[in-house]
């Protein structure tokens, strides 16, 4: 009995060391964003928001954030419209090529990001198709599309086909049931679906950087300026920000489907069975 | 386009009720395949045809004059990739990942235990979020955190100094790179893992201890086996993603901690050579099919 529960302290103190281990870093870059030494160095002497304004200000960075806005709400309203296409066409059939759609639909997400980066930018210079917004949007398109999917599916496939047969024997026209019925039923999944894609593009670099050619996305725009190391306070205060940001979205789309939007997240990176 | 009036050609057949079996079956077929081509055109034109064009590029040349590609089919590419300083590139990105693989292992596996088997269900759900959070907070800020950690008068440096110990100066080495990989993946192996102990039946846990089995004898015979699947599944993520990831070594890594993916960025970005880029991008290919294949024998994808 002791053992036991010295086991259980154990675990626990575990649990807390992982808990610790998973917020430690993310606390410690919002912290620095108030710092208004250019070093980081600890303890921090003087707290400022200042860095917040130089970010506010500059106009590199917010062109890059409108770029980012721009192709994220680009890239989720295809995948919207692509992944429930596809969540439709696979719930209903009943053929032997489902489970390959629902691979194919994965493989952008389980192979290496880059592959994908590599694979579009050789595309687009044998086609000699010069890189853009649109070459942006779709690289993004192609590994949001799985997270609409996902959710879309895991609905449907919880949703009873009886209700739909209740309302066809009840003399509903087809586009009435799609408008009360099914629409109602999957809209939380569609608006968790687009959420969810929308933070996955707008956090996107491995992609991004075959894709983009000269412009900058806010992610692109962070990555060269950690590299450059000329910035760093004001990457701070960026990065701070787009975790708050990023934030928004995911706690609404949890809100809505509940352990759905978890198990489409571990699709962050693929789930195609349930 | 859109979806609803995908819907809505499916259900005319489906509720027609008039027409015969045979005509509904044909028509739901039809209204199937009026669904599904969008999204199949969609990745059979941009993704899938990328693949085959990238497969193909890597057996062209870039002509060493005009820096023109040159399509003409030549095994070049990968005879370079066999020398140099390649092949030992390949050997410290897969022994990374599988080091990054095992210790994201060890460290979410009591983590995922509690959350499924101890945790109250109140617990669970908070523990559930703890996870989500950091999955979705920013790529790029998770890994530039680690700087301001890992750095000379970074805060382990500080911390560690206060405790009056020796600074570890893990700043820009591939030690470094070792923690932010297993940082990062992370909630990506707790997922699957809870997922598949969560799914183990309470019964079978009480029957191994009414047949006078040891908690350490149930864990390593009872759990260890059902949470298998889980397992594997959390570290294909792991795995995958170690193996294509060319931002962290890039930031937090220091000398000789070049990886697949900076191979790949530096021929491709850096050197405009397309085709050994390539050619490079076949090598985490090769090894991740293998790795599905061994996974799925182990029962993984289910728990995807």
Redesign the interface.
């Known amino acids: 009995m002791k053992r ?1 529960l010295l ?2 302290g154990g ?2 103190l ?2 807390w060391a ?2 610790a ?6 606390i ?2 919002v912290v ?1 964003s108030f710092d208004r030494s250019n ?5 921090i002497r003087n707290w400022t928001l200042s860095w917040y304004q130089v970010a506010w200000h500059d106009e590199q960075v917010r062109q890059a954030f409108v770029l980012s806005i721009k192709a994220a709400c680009a890239a989720t309203v295809l995948a919207l ?6 969540a ?3 719930h ?2 009943r ?1 032997f090529g489902r489970d390959t ?1 629902s691979l ?2 994965v ?2 997400i ?7 980066g ?6 687009f ?2 086609a000699g198709i010069a890189l853009s917004i649109w070459t942006i949007i ?1 690289g993004h ?2 590994f949001c ?1 799985v997270v609409v999917y996902n959710n879309v599916i895991a609905r449907l496939r919880r949703t009873s086909a009886t209700l ?1 047969e209740a309302s ?1 024997d009840l003399g509903a026209s ?2 009435q ?3 009360f019925v ?2 109602p039923l999957i809209a939380t999944a569609l608006v968790s679906g687009g959420l969810l894609a929308f ?1 996955l593009s707008f ?1 996107e ?2 992609v991004t ?2 894709t983009a050619g000269a412009q900058n996305t806010l ?1 692109i725009w ?2 060269g300026a ?2 450059l190391g000329q910035q760093l306070p004001e ?2 205060v960026v ?2 920000a ?2 708050v940001l ?2 928004i979205p ?1 706690i609404i789309a ?1 809100r809505l489907t509940g ?1 759905d ?3 489409a ?9 349930s | 386009m859109d979806p609803a009036h995908g819907v809505s050609t499916l259900e005319d057949t489906k509720s027609g009720g008039t027409g015969s079996l045979r005509s509904s079956a044909l028509g739901q077929r039809w209204g199937t395949a009026f669904l599904l081509t969008p999204p199949l055109l969609w990745f059979f034109v941009l993704y899938v045809s990328s693949l085959v064009l990238m497969l193909i590029t890597a057996f062209w040349s870039l002509n060493g004059f005009t820096g023109n590609v040159t399509h003409q089919l030549t095994g070049a590419n990968f005879h370079q990739i066999a020398s140099g300083s390649y092949p030992a590139i390949i050997e410290r990105t897969v022994v990374l990942a599988a080091l990054v693989t095992v210790t994201d292992a060890i460290v979410a596996f009591p983590f995922a235990y509690v959350m499924a088997r101890v945790a109250t269900q109140r617990a669970q759900r908070l523990l559930l979020v703890a996870v989500l959070l950091p999955l979705w907070a920013s790529y790029l800020a998770k890994i530039y955190a680690w700087i301001s950690i890992l750095e000379r008068g970074g805060a382990l440096n500080w911390t560690f100094q206060h405790l009056g110990l020796p600074s570890p100066n893990l700043g820009f080495t591939n030690g470094a790179m070792w923690l932010t990989f297993t940082y990062i993946w992370l909630p990506y192996m707790i997922v699957p893992l809870f997922g598949a102990l969560e799914r183990i039946p309470g019964s079978l846990l009480d029957a191994s201890s009414d047949l006078g089995a040891s908690s350490w004898w149930t864990l390593r015979h009872v759990v260890l086996p059902l949470a298998l699947p889980g397992l594997v599944a959390g570290s294909i993520f792991t795995f995958s993603l170690t193996l294509g990831d060319y931002v962290t070594p890039l930031i937090v890594g220091g000398a000789n901690s070049t990886l697949i993916g900076n191979a790949i960025y530096q021929n491709l970005l850096d050197g405009g050579n397309l085709p050994l880029a390539a050619a490079l991008s076949t090598v985490p290919i090769a090894i991740m099919v293998a790795y599905l294949l061994v996974a799925k024998r182990f029962g993984a994808f289910e728990s995807l």
Not at chain 1, 21 to 26: M, T
Not at chain 1, 110 to 116: E, R, S, Y
């Open positions: 036991r086991a259980r675990l626990w575990w649990v992982v808990l281990f998973l917020f430690g870093p993310i410690t870059i620095f070093i980081e160095t600890l303890p419209i692509l992944g429930s296409l596809a439709f066409g696979v209903r059939a053929f759609v194919l639909l493989l952008p389980a192979l290496p990001g880059i592959i994908t590599v694979a579009l930018n050789s595309t210079a044998w779709i398109t192609t599309i739909f066809a087809t586009s049931t799609f408008r099914t629409l933070a956090d670099v491995i950087t075959f992610p962070i990555f950690i590299r990457v701070n990065v701070t787009v975790v990023m934030l995911i949890a352990r939007t978890f198990s997240s571990s699709t962050r990176v693929p789930t195609n069975q």
